[in-house]
T-cell receptor, first 112, second 113 residues
Framework: ELKVEQNPLFLSMQEGKNYTIYCNYS?????LYWYRQDPGKSLESLFVLLSNGAVKQEGRLMASLDTKARLSTLHITAAVHDLSATYFCAVPKSYNTDKLIFGTGTRLQVFP | DGGITQSPKYLFRKEGQNVTLSCEQNLNHDAMYWYRQDPGQGLRLIYY???????QKGDIAEGYSVSREKKESFPLTVTSAQKNPTAFYLC????????????FGDGTRLSIL
């Protein structure tokens, strides 16, 4: 059974600092998705990573995928308060399916 | 504007009652999904549909039912058989094609009276 684990589960960081969120998954996958959720709100798609070694960047966030290690990272550069949210990674349950298994999420709080 | 509309935003269920959550999309997406989110947890798939008049159970389908009579609409019924329905329910849709992300509605928060 596919398991998707994120760490840390909770992250409190100061503005201007850098940090990395990790997403490990237990079976092979050719895709990985990152989403952002603000409290009580919907999920917003951040990144779609489609191949080993894929790297995507948007503003202060950069995501990468290592399919051999079954690991994705979400790196935050020079954090600002607006990045405070919960971040989820999600992996397809198997090849040729879009049934996603979500991680438990990393709740990020950025303080001055 | 294109998007996914869920209604109502808040819903209260009495014991023994069935309630229906609405999900409508005007993105012309073929696939639609229903997820349940409990506090501090990730999303779990209830049902999904890849085409009109067809749908499949997800990981936690017991106590729920769906229909897909139109491409735009994918309503979810929470039946009285679902003994712990209090949760945040999210509907999503997706365009065909590898790597296309799912797009989510704003959710419905269901509570028991």
């Amino acid at each position: 059974e596919l398991k998707v684990e994120q760490n840390p589960l909770f992250l409190s960081m100061q503005e201007g600092k850098n940090y990395t969120i990790y997403c490990n998954y237990s079976t092979t996958s050719d895709r990985l998705y990152w989403y952002r959720q603000d409290p009580g709100k919907s999920l917003e798609s951040l990144f779609v990573l489609l191949s080993n070694g894929a790297v995507k960047q948007e503003g202060r966030l950069m995501a990468s995928l290592d399919t051999k290690a079954r690991l994705s990272t979400l790196h935050i550069t020079a954090a600002v308060h607006d990045l405070s949210a919960t971040y989820f990674c999600a992996v397809p349950k198997s090849y040729n399916t879009d049934k996603l298994i979500f991680g438990t999420g990393t709740r990020l709080q950025v303080f001055p | 504007d294109g998007g996914i509309t869920q209604s109502p935003k808040y819903l209260f269920r009495k014991e023994g009652q069935n309630v229906t959550l609405s999900c409508e999309q005007n993105l012309n997406h073929d696939a639609m999904y229903w997820y349940r989110q409990d506090p501090g947890q990730g999303l779990r798939l209830i049902y999904y549909s890849q085409i009109v008049n067809d749908f499949q159970k997800g990981d936690i389908a017991e106590g729920y039912s769906v229909s897909r009579e139109k491409k735009e609409s994918f309503p979810l019924t929470v039946t009285s058989a679902q003994k712990n329905p209090t949760a945040f329910y999210l509907c999503a849709s997706r365009r065909q094609g590898k790597g296309q992300p799912q797009h989510f509605g704003d959710g419905t928060r269901l509570s028991i009276l």
